[in-house]
């Protein structure tokens, strides 16, 4: 009931500030009276019952969840069907269902860690008969239900929460209640707390942040902060082989005047930016390999081959190495030619739906040779190796960029040509020839990287030590944009029966809300088309009201509960009435904006165009409407509107 209390409030605030105090209270009473609560309210905030490397998945959809509300309730079918259109929310139509029960007998009352153990269950259940026992698992949890309880669980079985917190959120208030919890044992009632606790929380925050950003691993952080406050934990998170680090990202420039003025002075190396998927590569002392996504799910199953070219490449693991590195389709018939990211997700990915564009990419690299080591039907691929984070057993974090570099190229041979290669990378001022070359060589375009002082590895940070430019700089903005899809129209004359136009949305990280940036109908295959109006039309994925964390003036039929990133290239950011996107985030001098706070306009992408989906991305890695402020600022200064 207390963390269903603290959602509720979670929900019914939009304040940044008043969301942080409400979680780092309810947190801090966890820690005070039932400190064991504390590890599974985290995750629950988080909508997670488990860190992504455990690849623990509950393995239930609304369909089952659905089930297990009638199953509850003793509501009829349509009843239910009709709630949930009506409120767009299969927890808040749970919710009216449990309200209009009456029962007999009050079921015990649920605890924290009793539903996040009880969702753990769900994960363990597989096999014959699992999926009536999950039904009956999640029927019992729902009739034990009091107050709101019933809107959150069901909320939290579907993965939407929507309480508008988020990873960083969390982690911030989680830090704030163990410094105040703290100082106050420490100062037993002599010091008010509020006078001094301030500075101590920032410090507190940074800290907390830095150690999930070494180790990300909630159960670890968590247990140290109980047992030895922010100290204990900085002293246990520490980067580990074979436990993933939170990857270091790279900055988006305009050109490349933009990217030299965001480096700063000093030298720097210009690498090519391979067009594939993050991997971490952890090789332990027994020579095991591990690879890890980007999101930090293991995916060594889905790619043994790489991982095999990995072991066949480095010379002796020592007590371990842990390798920063692309993983590139390449043909081996056509002497490793890089192929398109698209090719990767032809890959079977553990309990994913294929990606919906692969028919489309297969269809557009016809002739390219398929690899017989690969999960049936692959491609071939090539680990392009990049950065170093660990040299035998121990972090290498610190090091300047070219320490790093230089022991990644003392514990690696490219044993067989176009498994494993070494990033091509140069010194010296020539990025825009190196940018044509990295394009003729079917790179995405270029990062560079600062050498020296404030080259070392920051995990988790997308600071100006790394900055990239890709290919599509050239005629208009520098990037493209990863925005979500949250509505659609339905199509005319050719398109109809299919949605058309998107409505795609940016992540504003201090509202917890998405922002609509512009309507897409440019881009789509007929099978792209085919298959996403099935996703969405009927695959329950609709509702009959924008969600409440949906921000947008334009007025859809059809509204998605959000699920996806699509990467989406367009021709220029203006100001809209309709967009709310980095709503009041453009200061007034730019752009002859007049800023854009209060009631005035959003920024507007022009002219977008589907790209591809990023199956790699979470909405919350989706393009932040303080990415979209900074590039509508950086092309006013090239137009010479500010
Ligand atoms: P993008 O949409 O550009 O891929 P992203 O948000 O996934 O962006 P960024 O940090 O913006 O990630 O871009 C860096 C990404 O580029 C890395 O995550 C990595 O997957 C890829 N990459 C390719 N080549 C390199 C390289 N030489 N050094 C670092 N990252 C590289």
């Not at 239910?80 to 007999?104: E, F, P, V």
């Not at 391979?274 to 889905?302: C, F, P, W």
Request: hydrophobic content about 40%; proline content about 5%; aromatic content about 6%.
């Amino acid at each position: 009931m207390h963390l269903a209390a603290a959602f509720e409030a979670l929900a019914a605030t939009t304040k940044r500030l008043k969301k942080a105090d409400i979680l780092a209270n309810c947190f801090r009473s966890l820690l005070a009276l039932t400190p064991e609560d504390l590890l599974p309210a985290v995750f629950l905030s988080c909508n997670k019952v488990a860190e992504n490397m455990e690849g623990v998945d509950m393995g239930v959809g609304g369909s089952q969840v659905t089930s297990a509300i009638l199953q509850a309730t003793g509501t009829k079918p349509e009843q239910l069907r009709r709630l949930n259109r009506s409120t767009g929310d299969l927890g808040d139509a749970a919710q009216a269902c449990k309200a209009n029960q009456r029962l007999l007998a009050s079921p015990k009352p649920l605890t924290i860690r009793g539903v996040h153990d009880a969702l753990l269950g769900l994960a363990r259940d597989g096999g014959t008969g699992s999926e009536g026992r999950k039904v009956a698992a999640m029927a019992k949890l729902l009739r034990a239900c009091q107050g709101p309880e019933t809107r959150w669980l069901v909320r939290t079985l579907i993965r939407n929460i929507r309480t508008g917190a988020t990873l960083l959120s969390v982690l911030d208030a989680l830090a704030a209640a163990v410094a105040i919890h703290t100082l106050s044992s420490r100062s037993q009632g002599r010091v008010p707390v509020e006078r001094i606790a301030a500075p101590r929380i920032a410090a507190a925050q940074r800290a907390v942040r830095d150690c999930y950003n070494l180790r990300p691993d909630l159960p670890l952080l968590v247990g140290a902060l109980i047992e030895g406050g922010v100290e204990g934990a900085v002293e246990t998170c520490t980067v580990r082989v074979g436990m993933p680090v939170r990857p270091m990202l790279a900055k988006p420039s305009t050109g490349v005047e933009d990217l030299l003025s965001t480096l700063g002075d000093g030298s720097f190396l210009v690498e090519r930016k391979y067009d594939g998927m993050r991997a971490q590569v952890h090789v332990a002392a027994d020579g095991q390999v591990t690879i890890y996504s980007r999101k930090l799910e293991n995916t060594t199953a889905q790619f043994h081959d790489a991982a095999a070219a990995v072991s066949a490449a480095v010379r002796s693991p020592g007590a371990g190495l842990i390798i920063d590195a692309e993983i590139t389709a390449v043909d081996p018939a056509q002497d490793f030619r890089l192929l398109p990211f698209q090719m990767l997700s032809t890959r079977p990915r553990k309990g994913q739906q294929q990606q919906q564009d692969v028919s489309a990419a297969l269809a557009s690299s016809s002739g390219t040779t398929v690899e017989p080591s690969g999960a049936p039907g692959s491609v071939a691929v090539c680990v392009v190796a990049f950065d170093l984070l660990a040299y035998n057993g121990a972090p290498c974090l610190a090091l300047p960029l070219e320490d790093r570099r230089r022991l990644l190229a003392e514990a690696t041979v490219a044993a067989e040509a176009g498994r494993f290669i070494l990033a091509t990378a140069e010194t010296g001022e020539q990025i825009l020839r190196f940018l044509h070359e990295s394009i003729a060589a079917s790179c995405e375009g270029v990062i560079a990287k600062r050498l020296g002082r404030g080259s070392e590895y920051v995990p988790g940070d997308r600071g100006s030590a790394w900055v990239k430019l890709k290919r599509d700089y050239i005629p208009g903005l520098g990037d493209t944009f990863d925005l979500v899809p949250i509505g659609g129209w339905y199509g005319q004359g050719r398109k109809a029966g299919w949605l058309s136009p998107i409505l795609l949305a940016c992540w504003d990280p201090d509202s917890g809300e998405l922002q609509s940036v512009c309507r897409c109908m440019s881009g789509y295959t007929d099978a792209f088309y085919k298959e996403m109006t099935a996703f969405y039309l009927e695959g329950n994925r609709t509702l009959e009201r924008p969600p409440s964390y949906v921000s947008t003036g334009e007025n859809c039929p059809v509204w998605f509960n959000p699920c996806e990133v699509w990467e989406i290239r367009g021709a220029d950011l203006t100001l809209s009435p309709v967009h709310t996107a980095a709503l009041g985030k453009v200061p007034a001098t730019v752009g002859g904006s007049k800023g854009n706070g209060g009631k005035g306009r959003g920024c507007a992408l022009r002219f977008p165009r589907y790209i591809q989906t990023r199956q790699d991305k979470g909405i919350e890695d989706a393009t932040t409407s303080n990415e979209i402020a900074e590039m509508f600022c950086k092309q006013a200064v090239r137009q010479g509107t500010s």
